[in-house]
Every structure is written in structure tokens, then in C-alpha cells.
């Protein structure tokens, strides 16, 4: 799950564009690929670098001095009754307790992802645990992964309940009462980290053969060099990054905004809980099918960079948090029937979004030799070359909910986040930031994704997109 959703306006000049992929000279170790990034692109990525921030902490700030409304600063500072420098010396700042209060966090995250090797698989029937298989990466390796991310949740939350219901260490609404140094923070980790992760790309690689130089600075930090960048032989950044500390915050950012309605008016309403409800299902589905993750776009194509590194420790846990927090100030109680409609299209979403992931990963791992619908799936063949000149084939299946459209999952993924956002009413637009930006975010992902896949399968690409034409919405898009 990456959190800004990468830029794909790339020519990588030693790639030969034909029936698949062909490098027409092998890579060197440590001589730095020749990609050419263009001026869209480039724009692009410096625009977000400088307002990325800005934008996230503008969100947070309207919630803490102005209810969630994102028109009344602008007004104001329009009439001249705020500058940006008031609006800014009345927003806390940094603290230590906050930085305590991360440390210790991230510590115990970095402790249960290396330290508690996976049991639950033992248990669990189904999950996929334990040291798995990532993809095979364009320099050939193949990365071992330990898949414990379903158990650092299940501790990290039986904690909190813990602590909630009987040891009283800390309060509930800790994590809301500490939101904005929190985010002074995860900046701070979010730059680090980013930081570090580009410096060790030239000094000292991962895996060299893997890494990606286009030759201009911005890009390379913002999109990332090396592939899988690792300290040892386990602690791999895009894994840990994605999954925890961000992910496993979500629901515990969502319980401490649900206790803090609590403390505020003495009830949690039912908007509230269906949005800790659907998003917790949304964090258990990753954590449950972590291991399948490792097959998605994030790990298979994208680089460490910025994107993912800042992405990870900022974008995600506080613009994926928006609607519990608009909840807070603004505590919407529901009709009966509103709540049910969100609710309906929340699981009906993930219906189509977790089934059409479903599909296509059986249909991968059978290699068509398995049933969808109740039939035998159809497919077409295609033919690609590898870096090395390898000739391989693959399969694109055009039944199932991947003869409906060809990006089904992402619609699902729209529909469930749309009903995050329905379930705030529709009071402020605050909350409906989270459905604008993930349109953005997949509608990008869809079409960088096509054109990779296009330049992979070529003619066979085309084969497909003439049996299913459609992309997100059958007749549409
Ligand atoms: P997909 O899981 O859709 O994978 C796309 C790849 O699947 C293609 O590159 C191609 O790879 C293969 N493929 C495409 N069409 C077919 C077909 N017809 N049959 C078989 N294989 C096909 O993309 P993502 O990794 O982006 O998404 C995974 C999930 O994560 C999605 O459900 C998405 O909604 C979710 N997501 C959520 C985000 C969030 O922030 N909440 C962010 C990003 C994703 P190949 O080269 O192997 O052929």
C-alpha cells in the first residue's frame, strides 16, 4: 500500500520497446543506469516535495483551530484578520513528551518486527506467515521476507486494550492529545529515514544491480535508488515502512480518536464507529494477506524513496486518519439509514476490492488451473523478455471481476473510501480530502501501471485491453 502513488512519466534509454522487455546492454555494477526523467515529471516531484508537508499539516491545523473547516483560514487570511505567521504561533509545536511518546513507539515496532519471529501461521488456518518469497526482482534475486506484520498487530492492540481496560499507564486519547507534535516527529523519522536511504544507495548498496539513477537529484530522492534497500539480512525498509509503524498506528489512532468522543461528550457516536470499523477491516485485510502484498506494485516496482520512506511515516498515518479526526470536532450522529447505506457500500467495496485481489492472485499461483465463478478461467498468453534477454510467458485473464474491468480492485478500494468519507455526513469537506486523493492516487497508478504493462506485453498488452476495454467503471473508464 504506497501512500503517494509514484510518478511514471519515465524513458529508461537502454530498453528497447518491442514484443517485451529487452536491456540492450547489461548493467555494471555501480555504473549508474541511464534514465532520463522529463520536465512533467520533474516539476511534478519538486511541487510535491514542497508542499507535501505543508498540505498534511494544513489539515491537521484546520481540525485543531478552525473545526475541520478548510474554506475559514483561507477567508481569513484573505480578509486580512490571520496571517500565515498567527495561524502558525497558535499550532503546538515539537515536544518531548511526543518525541518520548514516538520513540518508544517505533522502538517497539522495530522490536516485534525482528525479535518475534511468526507463530500465528502455526495457528491460524489460512494466513500466510512466517519467512515467505518476495518477487523476483529486475537484477534476478529473489528476497526472503519475514511475514509477522497480522502478529505485531495482534500484540500492539491486545496492549492497548490491555492498558485501556487494566493497567492504566497511559490515557486512550494519548495519540489524539499529542497529534500535532506527533507530526513535527514523523517528519523528522520521515526525512531521516528518506535521507539515509539515498545517501546509503551510493555508499553502500543493498544490492547495486538493483538500483535506479536517473541523473537528477530530486528524482532519485524523491523516487527512490536502491529497489529493496536492507540493514542486515532482515530489516528491509519498504516492509517495515509500509506495513508498521504507519499501518499498525491506523486503528490505534482511530480507538484513541473514538475514546477522546468519549471524553468530550460522553457517548461515541455511530459515525465514529463505522469508520474504525471499516478501516479496521481494510488494516486487517493487509496484515492478513501481508505476504500476497509482497507481490503488489509497492514491493515488485516501485523504488525506496521519499515517496515511500515520508509517505509511510507521515502521509499515511495522518491524511489516512482524517475522518476520525473530523469526528472528533465534529461529533455526527447518523440516521438509521445513512449508516446503513455507508455501511453497505464500505463492505460492498471491499467485496469487490479484496475478491478481485483474490482472483487474480489464484489465477497467478495455478496458473489458470483453478475455478472462477464456478468456471475455468479464460486467459490470454503473452510473451515477454527479461533484462537478461530471458524469454518468458505470463497469462492476463479476462474472466471474473478481471473481464469486468481491467483495475476492479482499485474501484473497490474507491468505494470503500468513499464510504469513509459518507460516513461524516456531509457537514465539511474536510473529510472527503481522503476520496480525492485516492481517486488521483489509483486513477495514476491504473494508467502508470498500463503503460508498463504495455511496454512489457506489447502486442499481447493490446490483445488484452481490446478483450477488456474498460479500466475502473464498465462503460465509463
Ligand atoms: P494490482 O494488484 O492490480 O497488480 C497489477 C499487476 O497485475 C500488473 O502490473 C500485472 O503484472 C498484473 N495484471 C494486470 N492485469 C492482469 C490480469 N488480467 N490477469 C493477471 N494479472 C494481471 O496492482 P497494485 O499492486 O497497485 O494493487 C494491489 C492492491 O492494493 C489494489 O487492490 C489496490 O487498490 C491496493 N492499493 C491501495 C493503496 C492505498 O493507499 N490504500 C495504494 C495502492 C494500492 P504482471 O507484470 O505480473 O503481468
Keep these: 500500500m504506497d501512500s503517494t502513488g509514484g510518478w511514471g512519466h519515465l524513458r529508461w534509454c537502454g530498453w528497447a520497446r518491442g514484443n517485451g522487455w529487452r536491456r540492450i546492454s547489461r548493467m555494471v555494477p555501480n555504473t549508474p543506469n541511464t534514465w532520463e526523467v522529463d520536465w512533467f515529471s520533474l516539476s511534478a516531484v519538486i511541487l510535491l516535495l514542497c508542499t507535501a508537508p505543508f498540505l498534511v499539516f ?3 491545523m484546520v481540525c485543531d483551530q478552525y473545526q475541520c473547516s478548510v474554506s475559514q483560514p483561507l477567508v481569513e487570511l484573505y480578509s486580512g484578520e490571520a496571517t500565515l505567521r498567527s495561524i502558525w504561533d497558535k499550532a503546538p509545536s515539537f515536544t518531548w513528551t511526543a518525541a518520548q511518546i514516538y520513540t518508544v513507539w517505533v522502538s517497539f515496532q522495530v ?4 525479535c518475534v519471529p511468526d507463530v500465528t501461521h502455526k495457528f491460524l488456518p489460512g494466513y500466510a506467515g512466517g519467512v515467505q518469497d518476495g518477487a523476483r526482482t529486475p537484477a534476478g534475486l529473489i528476497n526472503k521476507y519475514e511475514i509477522n506484520g497480522l502478529q505485531s498487530w495482534l500484540i500492539t492492540h491486545a496492549l492497548w ?4 481496560q487494566y493497567f492504566h499507564w497511559f490515557s486512550p486519547t494519548i495519540i489524539f492529545d499529542n497529534w500535532i507534535p506527533l507530526l513535527w516527529c514523523t517528519n523528522i523519522l520521515g526525512y531521516a529515514v528518506s535521507t539515509f536511504a539515498f545517501v546509503k544507495a551510493y555508499l553502500f548498496p543493498t544490492n547495486a544491480e538493483d538500483c535506479k ?5 530530486f528524482y532519485n530522492y524523491m523516487m527512490g535508488i536502491e529497489f529493496n534497500p536492507r ?3 532482515w530489516f528491509d525498509f519498504k516492509l517495515f515502512f509500509n506495513g508498521r509503524p504507519g499501518i499498525v498506528a491506523w486503528t490505534l489512532i482511530n480507538l484513541s480518536y473514538a475514546a477522546k ?4 461528550y460522553g457517548y461515541v457516536t455511530n459515525s465514529m464507529i463505522l469508520v474504525n470499523v471499516l478501516q479496521a477491516i481494510y488494516v486487517l485485510d493487509f496484515f492478513w494477506n501481508e505476504a500476497w502484498y509482497l507481490k503488489t506494485i509497492d514491493i515488485c516496482h516501485d523504488h525506496f524513496g521519499w515517496y515511500l520512506g515520508w509517505g509511510d511515516c507521515v502521509w499515511l498515518p495522518f491524511l489516512y486518519t482524517l475522518q476520525g479526526l473530523y469526528l472528533v470536532y465534529n461529533p455526527v450522529q447518523l440516521s438509521t439509514a445513512h449508516a446503513a447505506a455507508v455501511l453497505l457500500l464500505g463492505l460492498v467495496g471491499y467485496y469487490v476490492f479484496r475478491s478481485t485481489n ?5 489465477f497467478r499461483r495455478t496458473e489458470g488451473k483453478c475455478s472462477v465463478w464456478g468456471k475455468k478461467p479464460t486467459f490470454i498468453e503473452c510473451a515477454y523478455r527479461s533484462g537478461d534477454g530471458g524469454l518468458h510467458h505470463s497469462k492476463l485473464m479476462t474472466s471474473g471481476f478481471w473481464g469486468v474491468a481491467r483495475h476492479l480492485n482499485y ?7 468513499l464510504a469513509y468519507c459518507a460516513a461524516c455526513g456531509f457537514g465539511h469537506i474536510h473529510p472527503y480530502f481522503y476520496i480525492v486523493y485516492m481517486t488521483i492516487l489509483l486513477v495514476h497508478r491504473c494508467v502508470r501501471d498500463e503503460h508498463r504493462c504495455s511496454s512489457k506485453y506489447g502486442k499481447d498488452w493490446k490483445r488484452y485491453t481490446d478483450a477488456v476495454p474498460y479500466r475502473l467503471l464498465p462503460g465509463i473508464f
Excluded at 539513477?213 to 537529484?217: D, E, I, L, Q, Y
Excluded at 483474490?358 to 489464484?362: G, I, P, R, S, V
Design 58 to 60: 494544513f489539515f491537521v
Design 111 to 114: 522490536v516485534l518486527y525482528m
Design 411 to 417: 474501484t473497490g478500494d474507491l468505494m470503500g473510501s
Design 261 to 264: 468522543q468519549q471524553e468530550l
Design 161 to 164: 486494550y490491555a492498558n485501556a
Design 358 to 362: 483474490h482472483q487474480k492472485d489464484l
Design 231 to 233: 540493514i542486515g539480512k
Design 213 to 217: 539513477f536517473t541523473g537528477n537529484v
